[in-house]
Every structure is written in C-alpha cells, then in structure tokens.
C-alpha cells in the first residue's frame, strides 16, 4: 500500500486490486498493512480525526465482507475500531473469511511515543490489554502482533505460547531513530527465537496529507522460523506448508528449550 492522497476510497479500490490479482493466483489469505484505509495521522491533533473511527458494521469491514465472498479469499487488515462513547478507539486487526462472521483478531498493546509535533498514537488510541489472541484458518495457527508490539520479545512469547506457527505484523508510520536493518533483524531474531513464520505487511512512501511528511519505514517481507529472509517487495507471496513449518521446527528447537515462565500477558481468546 503506497501512501494516501486522503480519500479513503482510493486506499480501498488500491488494496481490491491488489487482493483480485492475488486472489487470481490462487492465495487464500490476504494481509493489509495498519489501518490501511486511512492515512498515517497519529502525529496530528486528534480533534481534526475523532470521526475516522468505525464499528464493525462500518464502510471498511462491509467492504471486506462483500470482497472476500466475491473473491474466496480471506483478508486481515488495520482498522481504527470504535469503543465506547467514554474511550479512545482500538487500533485493531481484523480477520474476514468467506462464510465466516468478521472478527477482531488483534488490538495493539504497546502505543509509541510522541513525535516532534507533540502527538502520537497515544493521543489517538486506546492501550489494549497485554493478551495475545490466536485464530486458526487452513490448517494453522496465526497470531497478529500490531506493528510497535513487534518491538518486544513478550509479545512474541505470548503468540509462540498460545501455539502460533505463522505470526503477521501489519506496519506504517515512522520509526526515524531506528538504525538502517533494524526492522528485518527484528522480525528474523524473534521467528528464529520462537519457530515461527513472520509475516509483514507494510505502508511506504511519504504522505503529507496531515500538512507535515510522514514516512512509512516498514517493510513488506516474511521470514522462515529459521530467521530465513524468505520474500521481499511491494507484494509478497508466500507458499506455506505443514510438512516445511515441521521440518523447520526440527532443525531449530530454540522454542521448545526456553525454561522462563511468563508471569502474565499470555492468553489464547
């Protein structure tokens, strides 16, 4: 997903062509960038964006419904969740598969810190419990780590612990201080520390929708659990199979030597 000129519509119609042409390829599941409809604007004033929020009835998941039935594919995208009437939304993913209700899969724990303008995810978004949902769907089990939670080893403990083989991480925004490679050799260290796939999903390019350029400096990419880059561009498409995830497993038993026991943020829901 390239950056937005601010109509949400555009991001929408982007992402179906996207989806049509993979679900053509014969892929059965597709994974959308962080709120992939909206343009990055936690660095902004919230006041200008209190209305972005949607229930799940909204444009954004009926869009999804209607796209995934059509094309027998199944999708998991950023959404910027409303709660209730006294709280901040959720920044959340949710998974939608043919024949089956939409649901939410993920909402991210960890907020990043403000930025130069004074605002940050923080002022925008609401601070989920520290729990780890898991979902299965054509033989595995996947978890969603919300971008920044990608940052901390709990979190990829807690989704290896509730039994995910294939982790996604949707991505955007900036992380300016981050020194060149450190977003590949975070996603490599934590597949290979927990025997899991890892599966990026990110925004790129700078939008200056907001008045101010921000820069997208995620990476779409996945990698094996052996810390194998395994594919990397604009759209990755990846082949995944039991009998790889076992074989890999094998060779890297590093998740099944780790004597540390949580103390809390570990749950299956």
């Known amino acids: ?20 042409e993979l679900a053509g390829q014969g892929v059965a599941l597709v994974v959308l960038p962080e709120l992939f409809a909206l343009p990055y604007y936690a660095e902004s004033d919230p006041a200008g964006w209190r209305d972005v929020a949607e229930d799940m009835d909204g444009p954004t998941v009926s869009w999804a419904v209607e796209l995934a039935a ?12 409303a709660g209730r009437p006294d709280e901040k939304p959720a920044n959340a993913a949710v998974l939608v598969a043919p024949g089956q209700p939409p649901r939410v899969v993920a909402e991210k724990v960890h907020l990043p810190p403000r930025g130069p303008s004074g605002f940050g995810e923080v002022d925008h978004f609401r ?38 083989e294939i982790v996604l991480i949707p991505v955007a925004g900036p992380a300016d201080t981050d020194p060149l ?20 999903a990110a925004r790129f390019g700078t939008e200056t929708v907001t008045g101010t350029p ?12 052996l810390g194998e880059r395994l594919a990397s561009r604009g759209t990755a498409v ?16 590093t998740h099944r030597l780790n004597r540390f026991t949580p103390a809390r943020g570990y749950q299956d829901v």
């Open 1 to 20: 997903m390239g950056p937005s000129c601010g109509r949400a519509a555009d991001l929408l119609d982007a992402a179906e062509r996207s989806v049509c």
């Open 70 to 81: 059509r094309k027998d594919v199944a999708l998991v995208f950023g959404l910027c969740l």
């Open 127 to 164: 601070s989920s419990d520290p729990t780890v949902r898991t979902f299965d769907y054509r033989g595995f089990c996947f978890a969603v780590l919300i971008c920044f939670d990608r940052r901390f080893p709990e979190s990829w403990r807690a989704a290896a612990r509730a039994g995910a």
């Open 181 to 200: 490679g450190q977003f590949e050799a975070e996603l490599r260290t934590h597949a290979r520390a927990n025997a899991v796939y890892a599966l990026s």
């Open 214 to 225: 921000v820069r997208h400096d995620g990476e779409t990419m996945a990698v094996t659990p």
């Open 238 to 253: 990846v082949a995944l199979s039991a009998d790889a995830l076992s074989a890999a497993r094998n060779r890297n038993p």
